[in-house]
């Protein structure tokens, strides 16, 4: 099965619909409740760094037998320094948006925890791919 959502960049009143969407239906097809929480944390933590840092971006879930592949992509700023920006407290968020809670630099370690498997390409001035795996038999 295959879900797509689009994510507006800057539009906070929206932030984790997408990833909400996509509980909504891995409950329906009686997915794991503790790999639901995993894949939930991830595409949220990642769905906030598309509306935090991007112009807009999309989110693509593909549920399988086995496994739960989701990729995000956006148009934006991308990421200077991968390596830094996966350690925990690193972040690049502007002052407006730690004001409303967001950007405590933890989303994209988070996201590793969360995940079985992640990868992480970025252009800067282009934009970021995130795409992430959780396997179906890893609670």
Not at 32 to 44: F, G, M, S
Not at 100 to 117: H, Q, R, V, Y
Request: glycine share 8%.
């Amino acid at each position: 099965m295959h879900f797509e959502h689009e994510i507006e960049g800057g539009n906070f009143s929206q932030a984790g619909f997408a990833s909400s969407e996509i509980k909504k239906v891995l409950k329906q097809l009686n997915i794991n409740i503790k790999v639901i929480k995993r894949v939930v944390v991830a595409l949220y933590e990642a769905e906030v760094n598309i509306v935090a840092h991007a112009y807009h971006g999309k989110m693509e879930v593909d549920v399988d037998t086995d496994k739960i592949f989701m990729r995000l992509t956006d148009k934006g700023p991308g990421i200077e320094n991968i390596e830094k920006a996966m350690e925990e407290g690193y972040s690049t968020a502007s002052t407006e948006v730690r004001e409303m809670g967001f950007g405590a630099g933890m989303g994209l370690s988070n996201i590793k925890k969360n995940t079985d498997e992640l990868y992480i390409t970025s252009k800067v001035d282009k934009g970021t791919t995130v795409e992430m795996t959780a396997y179906l038999n890893r609670e």
